[in-house]
């Protein structure tokens, strides 16, 4: 799972704007590469 580090909103996509590795948060618009992921599984 991962998160914007912006606005802590887990509605993140790849961005596909040939950025190796980048996201895009359909929120507030945030993109990067840097995210929050967390492991769903996590005990
Ligand atoms: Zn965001």
């Known amino acids: ?3 914007c ?3 802590k909103s887990p509605d993140i996509v ?3 704007a040939g950025f ?3 996201y895009k948060c359909k ?3 945030y ?3 840097l ?3 967390v492991e769903s599984d996590h005990k």
């Open 5 to 7: 580090p912006k606005c």
């Open 27 to 29: 929120k507030c618009g």
């Open 31 to 33: 993109i990067g590469n």
């Open 1 to 3: 799972m991962k998160y």
């Open 20 to 22: 190796l590795n980048s």
């Open 35 to 37: 995210v929050i992921e």
């Open 14 to 16: 790849p961005a596909l």
